[in-house]
């Protein structure tokens, strides 16, 4: 079973620094990776997805096959990017499986 | 931008009683929208696929008589849960994904926060 994971539920940055959230997965067949973001008192908006290999609000995610990873980043962080952030999979037009979500909180 | 929207947000009823949940898609048509289930500080679960005109597709776990789904449009999906209970408070939300569409982006509603007293 298709399984993604987030190791950290809460991260902390000061704004201006380097910021990744962590991801990684298991599954056998060729997924599709996504973050997805819930900022303060809104629904659930998608950030961003591996094959479209773009930068949205400045994060990049590279997706890792042989470390089964999809890490985000972003350069430096903004005070607008405190949020909660979700890596989801999904195969194919299937359903999306979402981690455990990881809370980041920029500091000022 | 795709929008979907949810039907009550918010929502406190009796131990013993029904409550369903709707939820649309406004500006476009979804043959297939998904339910999933939050806790407080937790993650969202799947709960069950709806397809429109077909069964839904429960996971692992979910009692399909106790969260009857009906996806009887292209633009509406709803949740019912019967004989509602306190462990059954939650936040529910739905998202659908574009009709004809071949890709996990999925679009969400604001989510139902369901009380049962």
């Known amino acids: 079973a298709q399984r993604v994971t987030q190791p950290e539920k809460l991260l902390s940055v000061f704004k201006g620094a380097p910021v990744e959230l962590k991801c990684n997965y298991s599954?056998?067949?060729?997924?599709?990776l996504f973050w997805y973001v819930q900022y303060s008192r809104q629904r659930l908006q998608l950030l961003l997805r591996?094959?479209s290999r773009e930068s949205i609000k400045g994060f990049t995610a590279d997706l890792n096959k042989g470390e089964t990873s999809f890490h985000l980043k972003k350069p430096f962080a903004q005070e607008e990017d405190s949020a909660m952030y979700y890596c989801?999979?999904?195969?194919?037009?299937?359903?999306?499986?979402f981690g455990q979500g990881t809370r980041l909180t920029i500091n000022p | 931008g795709a929008v979907v929207s949810q039907h009550p947000s918010w929502v406190i009823c009796k131990s013993g009683t029904s409550v369903k949940i709707e939820c649309r898609s406004l500006d476009f048509q979804a043959t297939t929208m998904f339910w999933y289930r939050q806790f407080p500080k937790q993650s969202l679960m799947l709960m069950a696929t709806?397809?429109?005109?077909?069964?839904?597709?429960?996971e692992q776990g979910v009692e399909k008589d106790k969260f009857l789904i009906n996806h009887a449009s292209l633009t509406l999906s709803t949740l019912t849960v019967t004989s509602a209970h306190p462990e059954d408070s939650s936040f529910y939300i739905c998202s659908a994904r574009l009709a004809g569409a071949f890709t996990g982006e999925l679009f969400f509603g604001e989510g139902s926060r369901l009380t049962v007293l």
């Open positions: 599954y056998s067949g060729s997924p599709e």
């Open positions: 989801a999979l999904t195969e194919g037009a299937q359903k999306l499986v």
């Open positions: 709806s397809n429109e005109g077909s069964k839904a597709t429960y």
């Open positions: 591996h094959i």
